[in-house]
């Protein structure tokens, strides 16, 4: 086993456990945040940790590109070159690439694709990304997937999960297995039971160190979702971690774990602080909106994070409406602390039983609508 | 007095000391960050302080416009505002409304000006000036000038020092007296002695907590900057602070502390870290460069901020070189910490009589060379 994984409680199908990872051990259910380019945007690594954040993403994709997976190698490994000392997952390129839609050929191989940076031509195999991940140093490395756009009939959706399933094979057989590292499979098949099922008992007859439930939050909706999610997750073994990728809004988050998800990543978070929108117990907030800018009150009274307790909803109204870096540092940062204490929340709700009680209060909250504005 | 300053010991024509504030002293020489909306660009208040700084500046001509001073002024003053709790210096908006070129027109009375964010008009004069200083709850306010451009006829000079004296006058009357709060007076006179000399003494008639030289750090030069200092700086009184303003390029900063000015603001740190540029001992380093693209070793190995603690210049190459807000972020702060530590450096060699050794290291350092790439 490289990869520990323990469940040390239940909530229905909701579990609250530990990963044990090379780089520290993580506890779920967590969410990701994602640091695409070897940097979560806008955030120093010691705020990400302040906000209670275990675990970050990174994307194969982008650090191929962009300085290189052989240059991160020689400077000491991703980790070393970002400064996060936590552990880290990457994802295996296999989404970003296959969203670049004009600029990509598949075939049975893998896929060759044109650079968005600067035009140049690459190619991605299941062999060739886990060789990526591993010069990373990535604690936790993806298998090499094709993920499929929404909708999509039945007979393509066959087609690409096979063809994912095949390189999910091939990922198995580049990695090394090493203590405190990982290789997790992903569920394919769209939002079709039968090929959901089929693609997780492939998985599993391959074997991984944890199983992720891939092409979702492609605009299926929340109730599709976890239509999925409830399809998928009783043929997943209980003993192994589940990482729902790419998801989601907070109300995503809640209903996920609530099915026995494990794992998170989104940006989210970070995307939405960059552009004034903002996460909170009583729903979205956008920091752009005049009727802020008058405001002294906090952003949110609850929240323990710099732009809550140091800043008026005013200046931060200004920061936004003026394009200041200081802006989407601070919206970055308080709502990667909302994420993070909504999973704290889930946990310890899971621990003491009182799951059930804390989603109906938490979705009570959202549809209570922001403050009233200063008159 | 409402402005204690106290010369606490010198070596030539340079002076250590402190200026006392209602928001805290400041020893001098000191360097002023820009904060121009309200924020300076791309840092925390917190990390401000950490770099060292002790008061720092807001500029009128922005905030009056966005988010507006009574708005400002309404949510408690610009130090509640933007959560920054030292000192702060305003300037009186005339800089930047002179350099709107087109879009103003001057009178003895003032000037009215559109604004570059919305086309709306606006008229500043002396007293709406200080009005709006007072109102931001600056602790050092400035008296409203025409700065003129260079190169100028004595001619025209000396009709522009003659309105700025005037508009001093104007200034002085608007003020409000308050413990911890004060006024300086802005000399003018581009690089003629005479006219130089001519302000210097109007203003000393008039009476201010401070002189600052004006209209410098225009295109003149180095020599004729040090030029025109060696012809002020005498007339004006021991016992006052003394300010260069918009200086400069650290040379700038040692040369002038030599000549007897306490006081700097200058964007040149905050704006060169957005684009890639840093200050070290040994001269600027264009991190965009790609010699730094495999570089494992620190910016600089001597500073302690976290740019060069954290992080390798490959790294900051990349975040560079990806336009990253993180870059943008350690570069500033690692900027803003050179300057501050110049100004350390500058106090303790002024207070061991030392500053002649102090400058001529500085000056053999910074001529000295990046170190060499890695091959």
Not at 319 to 338: P, Q, R
């Amino acid at each position: 086993m490289s990869l520990p994984f323990s469940v040390d409680s239940t909530d229905g199908l909701a579990r609250c456990g530990s990963l044990i990872t090379k780089h520290g051990k993580i506890d779920t259910p967590t969410f990701m945040p994602v640091g695409t380019a070897a940097t979560v945007k806008a955030m120093m690594p010691s705020s990400i940790k302040e906000t209670g954040a275990q675990i970050i993403l990174g994307n194969t994709y982008h650090l191929m590109l962009r300085p290189g997976a052989s240059r991160i190698r020689d400077l000491g490994g991703l980790h070393q070159f970002m400064g996060w000392q936590g552990p880290i997952l990457t994802d295996s390129g296999g989404y970003q690439v296959m969203s670049l839609a004009q600029l990509r050929k598949l075939d049975d191989d893998g896929v060759t694709f044109r650079s968005h940076i600067d035009g140049s031509y690459h190619r991605l195999t299941p062999e060739k990304s886990i060789e990526i991940q591993l010069e990373l140093g990535s604690n936790i490395v993806m298998a090499f997937d094709e993920c499929t756009p929404f909708p999509i009939s039945e007979e393509d959706a066959e087609k690409s999960m096979l063809l994912s399933m095949r390189w999910a094979e091939r990922s198995k057989q580049s990695f090394e297995d090493q203590a405190g590292y990982g290789l997790f499979g992903i569920v394919q098949g769209s939002v079709f039971e039968s090929l959901r099922v089929q693609s997780a008992k492939a998985l599993l007859e391959i074997g991984f160190d944890g199983y992720a439930v891939g092409g979702l939050a492609v605009g299926e909706g929340h109730e599709k979702m976890m239509g999925v999610l409830k399809m998928t997750l009783p043929v997943l073994p209980a003993d192994k971690p589940r990482y729902l990728m790419g998801v989601g809004k907070p109300r995503d988050l809640v209903a996920a774990v609530q099915n026995g998800i494990d794992m998170f990543d989104c940006v989210l978070p970070t995307r939405s602080g960059r552009t004034g929108q903002a996460f909170t117990k009583r729903g979205e907030v956008n920091l752009r909106n005049a009727r802020h800018s008058n405001d002294p009150r906090p952003l949110d009274a609850d929240c323990s994070c710099p732009a809550c307790t140091q800043f008026s909803r005013a200046y931060l109204h200004h920061l936004v409406k003026s394009g200041e870096i200081l802006g989407a540092m601070l919206l970055t940062w308080h709502n990667l602390k909302y994420y993070q204490d909504l999973m704290r929340g889930l946990r310890e709700a899971i621990k003491n039983g009182l799951l059930g009680e804390f989603a109906s209060l938490f979705n009570q909250e959202q549809k209570s609508g922001d403050i009233a504005p200063i008159k």
